[in-house]
């Protein structure tokens, strides 16, 4: 019984010795021999990608995270998940490649038309992650990234949005790398945008021009340069003077001040004229319907773009080998050569990035002369 026992306890021992540290230190020591292997070919790989051109800024279209599960049988949710692991190593890639800006599509306004379940899980998703990202140990801090949401941030739910607000408020001192997050974007969501916030300066800068010339040290009144007031009221007088020399009958005078009144009101608005004692007086806005104000140009249109924060940009990739932007950067990408992988997006690897830029720098010159000629 004895030997028995002491059998029974050695064999005890024995199975505990395989589950010991020591054999799931060496099994660490063997992943991060082969990790650190992996790593040390990347750079190397990436050392010779340096030599040539490489893009200042890489962005991505994220598609197929549902077919991935899908395909996978796996919740929708995982997809997203699986999705975020990739961006995770995409974004470390590029960053150790030395591109300094990324720009990811993860969130379309239109969207939104999805279930409200599906909707609401992403959301949760989003802010979860959010949060993961701005730990200390993660790639942010890491890598100096600073972090930009794009897009229409009112559409959010409240959690996403004072997170996203959260992020961009904690990374605005870092300036090594860039991150650029579209969710509830569209281009043509950004256009209007843009488009809109032009006018209102405009305006801005027409209503301050008015006031400015009131006060103006008494030069100008309520608007009107009076130089060329009383130019107008020295023509006007002597309308006003010839009208009555040549008119006898009161009724006659009469008529023919109507008439000149009715002449008048067809060249200028009821806004823009004033009559008192047959003085009429030009407005400011008759010189603005005369092309003195400035009109609103490219340059004003592209300050107010969401992306204005960061270069157009160099690559667009898109996963899944769909090859239409969705309404992405349409502004931004007319220059810009598409790239379209067949593999889903938690699929996408380093194999992938290297290939693309490789493919930059073959046609490089010929992109580069094509941007000259927009």
Known sequence: MKFSSHTG??????????????QKSSGGITSHLLGGLCCY??????????????????????????????????????????????????????????????????????????KPKEVQSVMDLMREKIEELLQQESIINEYGIRIHFIGNMQLLTEPVRVAAEK????TANNQERVL???????????IVHAVQESCKDKWN????????????????????????RDSCRDNATEACSSLHKGVKDAGEKDALLEQNSEKHSDNYSEGEITSCNGI?????????????????KLVDIEKHMYMAVAPD??????????????????????????????????????????????NFQRHHFYLEKKKKQF
Not at 9 to 22: C, E, F, G, R, Y
Not at 45 to 52: A, E, K, R
Not at 180 to 189: F, H, M
């Open 9 to 22: 306890l050695s064999q005890t021992l024995q199975v505990s010795l395989l589950n010991t540290p020591m």
């Open 41 to 114: 070919l990347r750079r190397c790989i990436f050392s010779v990608l340096s030599v040539g051109p490489l893009p200042n800024h890489i962005t991505f279209i994220m598609d197929g995270n549902r077919r991935f599960a899908k395909k996978r049988n796996l919740g929708e949710g995982d997809g997203h998940k699986a999705g975020f692991s990739a961006l995770l190593s995409i974004l470390r890639y590029c960053y150790e490649l030395g591109i300094k800006y990324v720009s990811v599509y993860a969130f379309s306004i239109d969207n939104f038309r999805r």
């Open 167 to 170: 992020a961009m408020r904690v």
């Open 180 to 190: 650029l997050i579209c969710i509830a974007y569209t281009s043509t969501d950004e």
């Open 205 to 228: 800068q027409i209503q301050a021009s008015k006031e400015g010339k009131v006060s103006n040290g008494g030069s100008k009144i309520n608007g009107l340069d009076l130089h060329f």
């Open 280 to 296: 009429v007086e030009i407005t400011e806005e008759r010189k603005y319907k005369q092309g003195e104000t400035a009109s609103i």
């Open 313 to 358: 940009p160099d690559i667009l990739i898109r996963t899944s080998g769909e090859d239409r932007l969705s309404n992405f950067l349409l502004w931004q990408t007319s220059a810009c050569p598409l790239y379209a992988p067949k593999v889903l997006w938690p699929e996408i690897g380093l194999r992938h990035l290297v290939w693309v830029v490789l």
